[in-house]
């Protein structure tokens, strides 16, 4: 559920309509909305009472600062991948405590900057980080909790770009090396081992690859508690997938992705750590762009947008669906027509969808892309010299830029030409 809704006949976010974001900002933007954000992290608070836990929200799907302060006052950790996120998480006043730093190739100065400013705990990926790590942490006089993630070769059923967990995929380290792994770590100055960690892959529509990973996270906890480790939490990522059609069958609900939890590690005596991204952010958030042009082609008809790869780049990396509806709803009885959805970057690949059927729009027509919370404006860029689209976050009936649109003198500012030139 989101709290995007048309309202006589005008799609709203919350109880603003589009339009007037539109006439405030300009177009394209992207717009989130509080109650949805909200809502979605309750989901997961619900799906995992009973239990100890905490709920990090993965940045990597929406770093906005005015997000992560909702999300943060909410009681939300932090779930970081580099040190710009770590920061951010930090600028957004999430303590410290509740903040775990994962990715495959955490440098030094980032380690640094964690066990400075205070950490929960760094996700390990592999025993040369775990090297460095100890060795930091030395230098500090400073021990470093870490949870080693470990590579369970589960087939999360998703797109091949955005799974993790199997044996081929660079994440974490192979579960068979595990023990060996973890006896090295208990040897090591400066470092505490806590936990497990895994992570199998994003958008995930079956609950079985999970329920196949914490089984094997199970039987690893308890050989490594035999092994003399004391291993109180268990962090077993993200990865539960949104609709991104309204017509297609939704994935299973965080209670039910709860219950799995429960069933196959409730019992180890371990506070749970998840990491969602996707579910709380994906849905509430809408790109919001304007038609410039209708072309007809040969045998197809082009909706040409302002919006374009550059600032919501799914569909052309993973040939992502995004559900496309106008901003004003058509009229009963309105027939729709095929249009190749594109943007006017000069590649091939700036298509958002093709054949997509929508009611004949005009020049200037405003049409909304949902799902767009999650890995859209955090993955956008200024190919072709296009600015950065403003990202807008409305409470109730009220809105504010939380990210604005920069002018091109200050994107000219950034570059330098050299005095020898």
Known sequence: MDHFLYQNGVLHAEDVPLPEIAAAVGTPFYVYSVATLTRHFKLFEE??????HMVCFAIK??????????????????????????????????????????GVGKTREEI???????????????????RVISQVATELGVTAPIALRVNPDVDAKTHEKIATGKSENKFGIPIAKARAAYAE???????????VDVHIGSQLTDLAPFEAAFLKVRELTLALREDGHAIRRLDLGGGLGIPYTRSNEAPPLPLDYGAVIKRTVGDLDCEIEIEPGRLISGNAGLMVTS???????EGRNFLIVDAAMNDLVRPSMYNAHHDIVPVIEPAPGTEPEPFDIVGPVCETGDTFAKARDLTPLGPGDLVAFRSAGAYGAVMSSEYNSRPLIPEVLVSGDHFAVIRARPSFEEMLARDSIPEWL
């Open 47 to 52: 799906a995992l009472s009973g239990l100890p």
């Open 61 to 102: 799907s929406n770093s906005n600062l005015a997000v992560l302060k909702v999300l943060g006052d909410l009681g939300a950790g932090m779930d970081v991948v580099s040190g710009g996120e770590y920061r951010r998480a930090k600028a957004a006043g999430v303590p410290d405590e509740r903040i775990v730093f994962s």
């Open 112 to 130: 640094h900057l964690a066990l400075s400013g205070g950490i929960r705990q760094f996700n390990v990926e592999s025993e040369p980080e775990l």
């Open 185 to 195: 770590a208990a040897r090591l100055p400066g470092i505490e081992v806590v936990g």
């Open 291 to 297: 038609v410039i042009y209708l072309k007809e082609g």
